[in-house]
């Protein structure tokens, strides 16, 4: 339940797409590339933040890195929430490196403990633990939009009701917005709010996190009270991982495979709105993140029947399927593919971290993870200038359709994953062979 609640915090990273246009207009002057940076900057020290906190917890205990990690993420919020226009970059440090980093000291740890606690299930639980980050931008996207349109200033709210009206365009709400006065904008009260909800749920959730004593191993107890100890598979540290072919396989295919889900959910909101579904956009946020979450639960428990990779094959053909769809749904069927789009990339998210411990081991799971969450956190950032390059070129011609590129770049590099899964799975299959022998 700890793990559950600090991972449905964490979700508010994921609904970056309610913040994008207001903080591109009011820090970057217009750049949705510069803007979108902050969200990729977050997910990519994610994975330096899951490294560091995954070898502190091995030292020391979970219980006190996911509280050192709920400080780190809280100050960073409060940081951003001060932020100007002279100074952009102090965003990408504040949200981006800060809250990344905070953020991955929680992220893996959580999810290692939890997986100690059910070896046999680990699909399951992780599918549980992570399913609840997704489900946070389901809580999360109503209350920071009320927050966002509370906090803004009178003149902003005028440009906001006149582009629902149809009254301004969308270029023409964009100038008009560049040229308010950046105090109008209620993004950054916005963080600080947030910064504090950070603060409370992860010292008090932080107090809860406890490994299952050497030797548990799930099953019933013996008779003296005492979980019966068996051999456990051979446990990776994290030097002997980084020099095996499969290490560096699932971390290319990971960052081949993000890609899509990414570049939707940063800009699942401007996409509907340049649709013609201003006034329902944040449904979309909405979609991608309630979908994004039931996939990380449904792919988790699949995975314990198909297994991880054959998993990840599909969901893979899925994501290069789906993204070559974006520019024929109309109307309200592009809130159904943002939802197809964020069930099936939510299935990486509970799949790969129980791959890595199929193939490496529980123990170092943590510290593990965090090194293959560099392909996740590299996917991020690749993502972001590239959906956000095709943006900026759909905003100058007014046709969401320029932003299709993206997309089928993003197919592309899902059916290149799905080349490197089935490397893996002969690779396995040769050094399983062989160990028989």
Known sequence: MAAIAIQLTLGIAYIWSVFQTGIANSVFGGNNAQAALTFSLLLSTLTIGSVLGGKLAVKYSTRRVVFIGGIILSAGFFAASFVTAAFPWLLWLSYGLMGGVGMGFTYSTTIAC????????????????????????VVFTPIVEWLITTFDGEDLKVIKTQYLDSTLSAAEANTAMMATDITQF????????????FLIVCSIGS???VNPPEGYTGEATTKGGKAPVI???RDYTSSEMLRTPEFYLVTITFLLACMGGLMMIG???????????????????????MFNSFGRLIWGMISDKLGRKNTIIILLAGNAGLSLL??????????VLIAIIGFFYGGFLSTFPSLIADLFGAKYMATNYGFVLLGFGGGAIISSQIAGFYRNVAVETGNIDDMFPAFV????????????????KALRKSKTKKEKN
Do not use: R
């Not at 939890?114 to 931008?137: D, E, M, R």
């Not at 209620?186 to 909800?197: D, W």
């Open 114 to 137: 939890a997986q100690k606690w059910y070896p046999h299930k680990k699909g399951l639980v992780t599918g549980i633990i992570v399913s609840a980050l997704g489900f946070g931008g």
């Open 409 to 424: 770049i993003a197919s592309c590099c899902a059916a290149a994953g799905i080349g490197m899964m089935f490397i893996l």
């Open 267 to 289: 800009f699942a909101k401007p996409i509907a709105i340049a649709k013609g579904l201003a006034e329902t956009a944040t449904i979309g946020v909405l979609a991608i993140s």
């Open 186 to 197: 209620g993004e950054f009260k916005t963080f600080m709010v947030l910064s504090v909800v």
């Open 207 to 209: 107090i809860f996190m």
């Open 231 to 233: 051999k456990a598979t």
């Open 326 to 335: 974006i520019n024929a749904a109309q109307g309200l069927m592009i809130y």
